[in-house]
């Protein structure tokens, strides 16, 4: 008698083994979607601190710019006060 309740054991699938599988399957999808997510959300990141680092780029340039603007505006004054006195 024992022998024939193995066998029912052994050859059909218990609900169980059924919501296990579900289960793992839906943790499986699940870690999936949210590692895709979570690439998704880097890569849109890297894409703004690349524009932020490109413009940040061109203030500097243009800081040196004007700082050299500036130093020239500065001189040419300075040599028009010693020609003036």
Do not use: C, P, W
Not at 23 to 46: D, H, V
Request: aromatic share 8%.
């Amino acid at each position: 008698m024992s022998s024939n309740k193995d066998n029912k054991r052994s050859n059909g699938i218990s609900f169980m083994m059924i919501i296990s599988i579900v289960s793992i399957m839906f943790a499986s999808i699940s870690m999936a979607l949210i590692q895709t997510y979570i690439n998704k959300q880097i890569y849109y990141e890297s894409i703004e601190l690349s524009r932020i680092q490109k413009e940040y780029n061109i203030l500097k340039v243009e800081e040196m710019a004007l700082t050299h603007s500036i130093n020239k505006v500065r001189y040419k004054n300075l040599v028009l006060d010693i020609i003036k006195h």
